[in-house]
């Protein structure tokens, strides 16, 4: 049975992201990209869809299973586990009866796909535990498994380590090290297990490396000499960002670590930084939402999505927090994967892509138990096909603020621009399925409308701020219109707040994103009367907010059972679990309309279920008392650096030129003009 998701820690070569348990499995690993079928499934079924096991004997039960014991269980305690300073080179120290090790997990950064894992010895004597399943295609394909001992050097030096080679199809797999698990008699084992002896002062290196079938395996791996410099590419990577007003007085935060520790805002903002650059791939620089499928918003439910994708809205948000805070390389990679994935037919615009750009087709659904039994499990994101308006406003509101920073327009980005708001102008009449990809009936969502006035907007800007080409009599005329319609139908002056979609009297968490585009000031009162609303009929009583309530009427909104078969607005059953990046969507509203009390107290709530790593999954079970969704997930960790931000600069630690101005965008009466809408 798979660990609870906030038990895991994600590794990374900014190509894939495995994750590896507490308990010392790595239970999920995609290869050679985030977006490959599952080498190791556990995470997703049980041990026998694949997992890699390390870990002291005394924490494995007997039998064919070999599942982990609990720690209260086992003879051994995990005493700390620590990525090593600013990188994702992690490193669990285990504690047994008879003595201690050190295992170090890490991807060497590299364009290969290895698994390393060193057991050190620091005390006594211990033994290990070593179990490989591979299973290719999530869990579905059962490798055949071959044996080398390693040959004689001919020049009298040592002999090359023995490697087992597994293989099926187009997949292969080499695991090295001494000594390599040994092979079951029971076929219907299907695995490779064994123990080992470790003592202080001993160390024994194991890599698992991907490749081709059709190739011969990959030269092994220096293992002491890629752990240094993976140590110091992450840390120079992430040396680059220089935090604001760093000093005695830098604010800290609560975060867990069994128990409770502070974190300085420093090393939240920095961590939430590396999460982002480890789920961008190097080459490509997409960037996925998570490294994970099918890990349930609502354990037990249906909302299980494939997240290994790269949204439009991720990637635009991702490109201006990396040029923010100090990586420019990133966002230029960010801008260019933006115009590489959107290039084509205007009309065929998606909101996901593949990680390289790839138009992606409708889901279907895998043969996997699902995580705790959740299904479906799905390969692939129907969303993609989905029409989400307020995509492309994302994207154009990010290349103005690219403009005004002085960035250039090339032969290629405006004319894409251009096409972009052609789309806009083509499906000005059209409803859709929103921010939060509903899967119920088309409507016109408030926030997809606004976003459509931004990317008119941002076009008007580029002509009559920056003197680019383009149709802005058209662009000023449907923007004006657009702006006219919302205040009628997207705002209920009776209710004085914006609404989730017109027609309704229901709010949802994407109205929190109008100041952020500059529609409506943080501080204006029609906004206030939002937040407070969604205050009134999203917060849970944990403080965490829902994006939105699923069932509307008389059932109680706070009691799980009254919403038992009973489908919402998005297409499903009950409703979903509080959500972590809406939560901090409200706490950047509170920095930035003065007050930074409330901002601090919800930002230091969500770090409060972060796992002991700083890593956060989608949203927040208060009655199971856990994380669900997918993890880690790039929207929370992007919408904590904005809270963080926001924050700043409501204490002073930014200056004006850092942050986006307030008051941009439409006036009090719902006006607009030439140069608004830049937030």
Not at 62 to 75: H, R, V, Y
Not at 336 to 354: E, F, K, S, T
Not at 555 to 565: E, L, N, Q, R, S
Request: one cysteine or more; charged letters at 25%; proline letters at 6%.
């Amino acid at each position: 049975m798979a660990s609870l998701i906030e038990d895991y820690a994600l590794l990374s070569n900014m190509r894939t992201g495995p994750l590896v348990s507490r308990a010392g499995s790595i239970d999920w690993l995609c290869a050679p990209r985030f977006d490959s079928p599952s080498i190791f499934g556990a995470l997703l079924g049980d041990a026998d869809h694949g997992r890699w096991l390390l870990a002291p004997a005394s924490t494995v039960a007997e039998g064919a299973d070999g599942e982990p014991l609990d720690e209260e269980e086992g003879g051994a305690q995990v005493a700390e586990r620590f990525y090593v300073e600013n990188t994702f080179v992690l490193q669990t120290v285990w504690v047994t009866d008879s003595g201690s090790v050190r295992v170090t997990d890490f991807l060497p950064l590299t364009s290969r796909t290895d698994v390393v894992r060193r057991v050190e010895g620091l005390t006594g004597e211990v033994e290990m535990y070593h179990e490989l399943r591979v299973r290719f295609g999530y869990g579905a394909v059962v490798p055949w498994v071959s044996r080398f001992e390693g040959e004689e050097d001919p020049e009298g030096g040592d002999p090359a380590p023995p490697m087992l080679v597994a293989m099926a199809g187009p997949d292969a797999l080499v695991l090295r090290g001494e000594p390599l698990p040994e092979s079951t008699d029971d076929d219907d084992e299907r695995r490779h297990h064994g123990t080992f002896t470790v003592s202080a002062g001993q160390a024994r290196d194991f890599v698992l490396t991907h490749f081709p079938s059709h190739r011969t395996p990959p030269a092994p791996v220096d293992v002491n000499e890629q752990l240094t410099r993976t140590v110091e590419l992450w840390q120079d990577w992430s040396g680059l960002y220089s935090p604001p007003a760093a000093g005695a007085d830098e604010p800290v935060h609560i975060v867990p670590v069994r128990g409770h520790a502070v974190a300085r805002r420093s090393d939240v903002v920095r961590r939430s930084l590396l999460v982002m650059r480890a789920l961008m791939h190097q080459e490509t620089g997409g960037i996925v939402a998570a490294p994970t499928t099918s890990l349930p918003d609502v354990v037990g439910g249906e909302r299980n999505w494939d997240h290994r994708f790269s949204w439009l809205r991720d990637a635009a948000m991702a490109l201006e927090i990396m040029l923010d805070h100090d990586h420019d390389r990133e966002a230029v990679q960010l801008r260019n994967w933006l115009l590489r994935a959107v290039a084509g037919d205007p009309h065929d615009l998606q909101n996901i892509y593949g990680v390289a750009g790839e138009r992606r087709g409708r889901e279907h659904q895998l043969d996997l138990p699902g995580y705790e039994r959740s299904r479906p499990v799905r390969e692939g994101n129907s969303a993609s096909v989905q029409h989400q308006t307020d995509a492309v406003g994302h994207v154009m509101v990010v290349f103005e603020k690219l403009r005004r920073r002085g960035a250039v327009e090339d032969h290629l980005s405006w004319p894409l621009q251009q096409a972009m708001l052609r789309s806009v102008v083509g499906n000005y009449e059209v409803a859709d399925q929103g921010l939060w990809e509903m899967r119920g009936e088309r409507q016109y969502y408030t926030h997809s409308r606004v976003l459509m006035w931004a990317a008119l907007q941002s076009g008007v800007d580029a002509v009559r701020v920056h003197g680019l080409p383009g149709d802005v009599q058209l662009w000023e005329q449907l923007r004006d219109a657009l702006a006219e319609e919302i205040w009628t139908s997207g705002y209920d002056p009776e209710a004085g707040s914006f609404v989730q979609y017109y027609g309704a009297r229901t709010v949802d968490a994407s109205l929190l994103q109008l100041p952020q585009v500059g529609f409506v000031a943080y501080d204006d009162e029609r906004m206030l009367g939002t937040v407070r609303r969604i205050e009134e009929e999203l917060r849970h009583p944990s403080g965490l907010i829902h994006r939105y309530r699923n069932v509307l009427g008389p059932v109680d909104p706070d009691d799980p059972d009254a919403y038992a078969g009973v489908i919402g607005v998005d297409g499903f059953p009950g409703q979903d679990n509080p959500h972590l990046g809406a939560s901090l969507w409200l706490a950047a509203q509170y920095a930035r309309s003065g007050r930074p009390d409330s901002a601090r107290k919800l930002v230091d709530l969500v770090l409060s279920r972060a796992n002991d790593l700083g890593l956060l999954a989608t949203e927040w079970s208060p009655e199971r008392r856990r994380m669900t969704g997918n993890f880690p997930q790039t929207f929370t960790h992007l919408a904590l650096v904005q809270a963080m931000d926001a924050l700043d600069a409501a204490q002073g630690r930014r200056s004006a030129s850092d942050v986006p101005p307030e008051d941009a965008g439409t006036g009090a009466d719902g006006s607009s003009g030439a140069g608004s809408g830049a937030a």
